[in-house]
């Protein structure tokens, strides 16, 4: 069975930043893209950035470029997301992902997806 561990999320001041972690178990290959996604209130969920375990590529929205990073540690199945800059509009719950794909990222298709973490960024 897919299991996640997800960590990392909390309350910050604008300016301020974060790092989440999301951990995969079970997973039967490592052909696989590692994804972060986010869903504020009253919003549609939304890809923030994503990494290919194999090749290392990455894929990032164009709302965080610059401010966030996508990093993995291919070893311990785990990758991070981590987040500089905040501003009040990076609050949402941020979700890891997990999908079949050899190589390469993208937002789309994601078969397993973790408990999720609050991120909120006061004013």
């Known amino acids: 069975e897919v299991q996640f561990v997800e960590s990392g999320g909390g309350l910050v001041q604008a300016g301020g930043s974060l790092r989440l972690s999301c951990g995969i178990s079970g997973f039967p290959r490592d052909g696989y893209a590692m994804g972060w996604f986010r869903q504020a209130p009253g919003k549609s969920r939304e890809g923030v950035g994503c990494i290919g375990r194999r090749d290392g590529s990455t894929l990032y929205a164009d709302s965080v470029k610059g401010r966030f990073t996508i990093s993995s540690d291919n070893a311990k199945n785990t990758w991070y997301l981590q987040m500089d800059s905040l501003i009040p509009e990076d609050t949402a719950v941020y979700y890891c992902?997990?999908?079949?794909?050899?190589?390469?990222?993208?937002?789309?298709?994601?078969?397993?997806w973790g408990q999720g973490t609050q991120v909120t960024v006061s004013s």
């Open positions: 992902a997990a999908t079949w794909l050899e190589e390469g990222c993208a937002f789309y298709d994601y078969d397993y």
